[in-house]
Structures are given as structure tokens and as C-alpha cells.
């Protein structure tokens, strides 16, 4: 059961990160909206419908959070960017990931929606000075220091942490060539 809800295992940033590791974590991030859409493009209304593993979110629900959660990501990238160490606002999921919108709504509108984030969120990423990369924000519900440098490690893992959720259910369910 842990393989399936951690298929690429658990998030883990290195105290040290270097501009190699930077670099990589950006070019996932950049890269995530066409390979999900390459991956999804061909699933019936049924199999989007399908929980990636028992109790899990649906593949529909999994491709709208990532656009809810990346959203929430950027918006915190500005905070930080623009505030002295703000406290970011937490939100809560698995209630978002219940809305009818997220249960329901077509994926080419988060698909759409996630490519052009990641287009706009990756320009800033890209563009940000060593002290940018250091300035943190404080996360309420651990009360976690994270800095933005980190967090572009966190969110690199996510792309691929969820991608990977979607691939092996298509892999088990034989729904991929």
C-alpha cells in the first residue's frame, strides 16, 4: 500500500542543494504539463473515473489538484518574493479535491491551465538571484521554514510523485502500450 501512495517514495531535499540539483528540479517542473498530457490524452471518461489505488483521488481529481496545488505553489513563490518571510496560507486538499469542479470538470481545462503556470512559474523560477532562492516562508500547519530553493525541490517532486500515481495505474490496468 505505501508503494502506492508514495510510488517515487517520500519527498527528500538535501540540506545542500546545489545549482545542478536546481537545475534538474526546474526542467521537471517545466517539463510536467506535456508529459501528464501525453500521458492522459487517450483515457476514456471511465478510466479518469478510476482511483489511482484504493481510498486514492481519481485520475480526474489527481490532474485538477496538481493544478490547484501548483497554483497555491506560485502564489507562494510571489509571497515570499515580496514579503519578509510571510506565513503562507495552508488549504485543505482533500476538501478541494472533493469540489465538483475537481470531481468533475474536463482535464484539458487544468491540463490548459497547468501549462500555462508552469510557463509563467518557470520564467520566475529561472530568473531568480541566489538571495531569492534563499528567502523562506514559514509553513503554518508544521510551522516548517522553507525556503524557496527547497520548495522548487518539494514541487519538482510532486510533478513527478503524481505523474507517477497516474503511470502505474495505467501500467496495472494494462491501459498503456
Not at 9 to 24: A, F, H, M, R, Y
Amino acid at each position: 500500500m505505501e508503494h502506492l501512495k508514495y510510488p517515487i517514495g517520500q519527498v527528500d531535499i538535501p540540506d545542500n542543494i546545489t545549482s545542478k540539483e536546481l537545475s534538474k528540479w526546474i526542467e521537471d517542473i517545466e517539463s510536467f504539463p506535456s508529459k501528464l498530457e501525453f500521458l492522459v490524452k487517450n483515457l476514456t471518461q471511465e478510466q479518469l473515473d478510476t482511483p489511482y489505488r484504493d481510498g486514492g483521488w481519481t485520475v480526474r481529481q489527481t490532474i485538477h489538484h496538481c493544478g490547484d496545488s501548483h497554483v497555491n505553489s506560485y502564489i507562494r513563490f510571489k509571497w515570499t518574493l515580496t514579503e519578509e518571510t510571510p506565513t503562507i496560507k495552508a488549504y485543505f486538499e482533500d476538501r478541494w479535491a472533493l469540489l465538483f469542479d475537481t470531481e468533475e470538470a474536463p482535464i484539458e481545462l487544468s491540463l490548459q491551465f497547468i501549462k500555462a503556470l508552469h510557463a509563467k512559474w518557470v520564467y520566475l523560477l529561472k530568473g531568480l538571484s541566489e538571495e531569492d532562492l534563499n528567502k523562506s516562508f514559514v509553513h503554518p500547519e508544521s510551522g516548517a521554514t522553507v525556503s524557496l530553493k527547497e520548495n522548487i525541490g518539494i514541487y519538482a517532486w510532486h510533478c513527478k510523485h503524481h505523474f507517477a500515481h497516474i503511470q502505474n495505474l495505467l501500467i496495472r490496468n494494462n491501459w498503456i502500450l
